[in-house]
T-cell receptor
Framework: AQSVTQPDIHITVSEGASLELRCNYS??????LFWYVQSPGQGLQLLLK??????LVQGIKGFEAEFKRSQSSFNLRKPSVHWSDAAEYFC??????????FGRGTSLIVHP | DTAVSQTPKYLVTQMGNDKSIKCEQN?????MYWYKQDSKKFLKIMFS???????INETVPNRFSPKSPDKAHLNLHINSLELGDSAVYFC????????????FGPGTRLTVL
């Protein structure tokens, strides 16, 4: 069975600071991996996804994520956070069953 | 030009009532989904339809019945509403199954009193 862990419920950063959101997954092979963002009162929007190939994936809004098989991780990064990045971030894994599993989400708070 | 739309946005009702949530996508996608997001923001898939056929039914009580009249619509009907049904319900669509980006609607906040 596949599972996703986002160990940080809340992350607080100052505007302009760098950001890393953690995601660990459990699956027997290499799964499909996703990061979504949910702004308040909105649906989820895909930031980036990994299927195969280059382990460093570039996404929208200046985000990137790195797949590390040895650590079963797919952490999301951004070099300089903007106030508009404050939102809920979800990591998701899909292992070929057509059923995605989402993490519990990490709430990003951005201080001016 | 909304890609995935849901109605209503808010739904407040009494226990025991029957209600429906409608979803429409204008992206030409083959696959549509219903998700439930609880008060702790945990998001869980409920159903998936591909070309109007049920593909995924994730141990959802049979009080929940999805209906897909065509590829562009996937409605969710809920019978005998219970307090625990209170949540935000999201509709989503994708070009196909598996490795495809899902496009989410804005959500329907259901409150059962």
């Amino acid at each position: 069975a596949q599972s996703v862990t986002q160990p940080d419920i809340h992350i607080t950063v100052s505007e302009g600071a760098s950001l890393e959101l953690r995601c660990n997954y459990s699956y027997g092979a290499t799964p499909y991996l996703f990061w979504y963002v949910q702004s308040p009162g909105q649906g989820l929007q895909l930031l980036l996804k990994y299927f195969s190939g280059d382990t460093l994936v570039q996404g929208i809004k200046g985000f990137e994520a790195e797949f590390k098989r040895s650590q079963s991780s797919f952490n999301l990064r951004k070099p300089s956070v903007h106030w508009s990045d404050a939102a809920e971030y979800f990591c998701a894994v899909e292992g070929g069953s057509y059923i995605p599993t989402f993490g519990r989400g990490t709430s990003l708070i951005v201080h001016p | 030009d909304t890609a995935v739309s849901q109605t209503p946005k808010y739904l407040v009702t009494q226990m025991g009532n029957d209600k429906s949530i409608k979803c429409e996508q204008n992206l030409g996608h083959d696959t549509m989904y219903w998700y439930k997001q609880d008060s702790k923001k945990f998001l869980k898939i409920m159903f998936s339809y591909n070309n109007k056929e049920l593909i995924i039914n994730e141990t959802v009580p049979n009080r929940f019945s999805p209906k897909s009249p065509d590829k562009a619509h996937l409605n969710l009907h809920i019978n005998s509403l219970e307090l625990g049904d209170s949540a935000v319900y999201f509709c989503a669509s994708s070009q196909g199954l598996a490795d495809n980006e899902q496009f989410f609607g804005p959500g329907t906040r259901l409150t059962v009193l």
